[in-house]
C-alpha cells in the first residue's frame, strides 16, 4: 500500500477542521442536529427563492438579494457540521486514520441510500406532472432537477452531522473537574 504524504494544504485543513474553539458549537446530539436542520432549512429558502427567480415572469431582484444574505448563515452553519464531523468529508483521504476511512464510508452509504429514495420521488413526480399536463412538465422539470442536485451534493454532509458522536473527554480534563467537584460529583469546599 502506498503511503502519500500529507501536504501543507492537507496540514493546514486538518488543523482547522480539528480547531477546539468551535467546539461549544456542535458539543451535543442536540446542537449538531440543530446545525443540521438548520442548515437544511436554510438550503430549502435558498432553492425557493432560486425557483421563484427562475420562474418569476418579471426581474424579482428581491429574490437574488436575499439569496445572498442567506448564504452567510449557510456557510457559517456548513463550517460547524464540518467541525463536528471534523472535516470527515472535507479532508483528503490519505488525511484520515482507519476509523475515519471507516465513517466515510458508512456516511456515503447511509446517503446514498437516502438519495435513491429522493431521486425516485422526482422521478415519480415528474410523471405524474407530465400525465397532469405537458406544461407543468417543461416549466417544473429544471427547478426540481435542481431541488435533486442540490441535496445530492449536501446529503453526505447531513448525514454526517447527524452521525458524529459526542467526543470523549481527555483524561487530564476529567481528572481536572474530579479534582474541582470531589468524589461524589459535589464541589469541594476551599482550604484558605
Not at 42 to 61: D, M, N
Not at 141 to 154: D, Y
Not at 159 to 183: C, F, H, T, W, Y
Amino acid at each position: 500500500m502506498t503511503t502519500t504524504r500529507m501536504t501543507r494544504y492537507d496540514r493546514s485543513m486538518l488543523r482547522l477542521m480539528n480547531d477546539p474553539r468551535g467546539r461549544p458549537l456542535y458539543a451535543t446530539a442536540a446542537r449538531r442536529r440543530l446545525a443540521v436542520a438548520a442548515h437544511v432549512a436554510l438550503t430549502v429558502a435558498i432553492g425557493a427563492l432560486l425557483a421563484h427567480f427562475y420562474l418569476a415572469k418579471a426581474e424579482p431582484l428581491w429574490a437574488g438579494v436575499v439569496m445572498a444574505v442567506l448564504f452567510l448563515p449557510w456557510m457559517v452553519v456548513t463550517g460547524v457540521i464540518n467541525g463536528a464531523t471534523r472535516g470527515l468529508l472535507e479532508l483528503r483521504e490519505h488525511a484520515l486514520d482507519e476509523r475515519q476511512s471507516a465513517e466515510r464510508r458508512r456516511v456515503l452509504a447511509v446517503s446514498h441510500r437516502a438519495m435513491t429514495l429522493l431521486l425516485g420521488a422526482a422521478v415519480a413526480a415528474l410523471l405524474i406532472a407530465g400525465a397532469i399536463g405537458g406544461d407543468a412538465l417543461t416549466a417544473y422539470a429544471a427547478p426540481l432537477l435542481v431541488a435533486v442536485l442540490v441535496p445530492h451534493w449536501l446529503m453526505p454532509l447531513w448525514v454526517a452531522g447527524l452521525m458524529a458522536r459526542n467526543e470523549p473527554l481527555d483524561e487530564v480534563d476529567e481528572l481536572d473537574e474530579l479534582d474541582d467537584k470531589g468524589p461524589a460529583g459535589r464541589p469541594q469546599p476551599s482550604v484558605s
